[in-house]
Every structure is written in structure tokens, then in C-alpha cells.
């Protein structure tokens, strides 16, 4: 199983659309979660850290289960600059140095 | 905003050649990365460096692999015979801190074509 999966997409969403996505991790020792934002060809840049609580970055939402042991990541109000790669990281705890990349979820957002 | 600097943006080589790609990490930070990304593929760790040593290594870096930090202000990864394979997005990324909570900066990569 891998250690951080998620759903490829594309989800092509019109402009001022929700879009909504998930990520699941198979290590319970997970401790630290990350949505990055990659564009084409470009190095992944950090979107937001997800808490325990869920948290929120104006029109993004993140949201973390650990009983089923996934996150996710909501965009509001969707910008035609919201096209990316979502990349899901994890860290696990035993292992404070390496973050661990999902393959990403691509979204589009269409005029 | 600071930033993680990678040399060269993009390095074309021969199979069986060595290459050096090289960072400049924000300086501050104390923890340094190198990931790669082949194309079309996730992002995957290959190591990290901490106190001038390596602090874990993915299956990935096996002995073709070497990093080092060669002053105050350089981290960079060896390659000592390509193959095709290692053709990929190289990026250098460094932390502050290592930890809960605290995401990378990655630099901009570097792109390695080995033919």
C-alpha cells in the first residue's frame, strides 16, 4: 500500500466553483501534514500545514481525520490562478527528516 | 522572501558521467534536502543533512549518490556515474527546524537529462 495516496483528478471546476479533494495515508505514526501546491515543472511550494483541529487560509480549507486516517483540502470561491497540482505530504513522526509526497491532485479551473 | 538557490537550471550529461548539482540554502536554516521528481512521477526523498552529516537516506541514494556541504553556504549532491535513469527534477529544499509542523523551502530545481 502506498504511504500517501491520492485521486489523480483532473477536476475541471468553473471559476468561483468549490472544489474538494482527499488524500489518505497508511502510517497511524503520522504526525505532521502538509498541502503543498505544485505548478507545471515548478518545486512545490507549501500551501498549508493541516492541524489536528482543521484549519483555514482564506479561501482554503484543510481538514485532518486520523481515525480513517486522511486529509483534505477544500478551495472556495475557485480562481483561475487555483490551477495546480495538490500535492498531499506527510511526515511520520520516526522519521522527522523525510516528508513523504503523494502523486498529487490536479485541478483546473475554467473561465 | 528568502530562498533556496539551485545551479543549474538545467544539466544535460552523458550516461557514465559525473555531475554536481549545487544549493544555496536559506541561511538560517539548519536542516538541508535533496528530492527528485521523475517526470510525470511524485516527489520522492533521497536525503537529508544535518550538523555536516547525513541524517537519513532513502533506497534511492545508493553509492552513486554523495552530498556535501563544502563551506558556510553550498549543499550539493553528486552524482558520480549517471544513468539514464537518474534523468529527473532535482530540487534542494532546507528547514529551520525539523519536526511537527514545519514544512520545506524548495528551490526551483534542477533539471538533469542524462543521454
Known amino acids: 500500500r502506498k504511504e500517501v495516496e491520492q485521486d489523480p483528478g483532473p477536476f475541471n471546476v468553473p471559476e468561483g466553483a468549490t472544489v474538494a479533494f482527499n488524500c489518505t495515508y497508511s502510517?497511524?505514526?503520522?504526525?505532521?501534514f502538509f498541502w503543498y501546491r505544485q505548478d507545471c515543472r515548478k518545486e512545490p511550494k507549501l500551501l498549508m500545514s493541516?492541524?489536528?483541529s482543521g484549519n483555514e487560509d482564506g479561501r482554503f480549507t484543510a481538514q485532518l481525520n486520523r481515525a480513517s486516517q486522511y486529509i483534505s483540502l477544500l478551495i472556495r470561491d475557485s480562481k483561475l490562478s487555483d490551477s495546480a497540482t495538490y500535492l498531499c505530504?506527510?511526515?511520520?513522526?520516526?522519521?522527522?527528516?523525510?516528508?513523504?509526497f503523494g502523486a498529487g491532485t490536479t485541478v483546473t479551473v475554467r473561465a | 522572501e528568502p530562498e533556496v538557490t539551485q545551479t543549474p537550471s538545467h544539466q544535460v550529461t552523458q550516461m557514465g558521467q559525473e555531475v554536481i548539482l549545487r544549493c544555496v540554502p536559506i541561511?538560517?536554516?539548519?536542516?538541508f534536502y535533496w528530492y527528485r521528481q521523475i517526470l510525470g512521477q511524485k516527489v520522492e526523498f533521497l536525503v537529508s543533512?544535518?550538523?555536516?552529516?547525513?541524517?537519513?537516506k532513502s533506497e534511492i541514494f545508493d553509492d552513486q549518490f554523495s552530498v556535501e556541504r563544502p563551506d558556510g553556504s553550498n549543499f550539493t549532491l553528486k552524482i558520480r556515474s549517471t544513468k539514464l535513469e537518474d534523468s529527473a527534477m532535482y530540487f534542494c529544499?532546507?528547514?529551520?527546524?525539523?519536526?511537527?509542523?514545519?514544512?520545506?523551502?524548495f528551490g526551483s530545481g534542477t533539471r538533469l537529462t542524462v543521454v
Open positions: 529544499a532546507s528547514s529551520e527546524r525539523a519536526g511537527i509542523n514545519y514544512g520545506y523551502t
Open positions: 502510517n497511524s505514526a503520522s504526525q505532521s
Open positions: 493541516v492541524y489536528s
Open positions: 505530504v506527510v511526515n511520520i513522526l520516526s522519521n522527522d527528516y523525510k516528508l513523504s
Open positions: 541561511s538560517n536554516h539548519l536542516y
Open positions: 543533512f544535518y550538523n555536516n552529516e547525513i541524517s537519513e
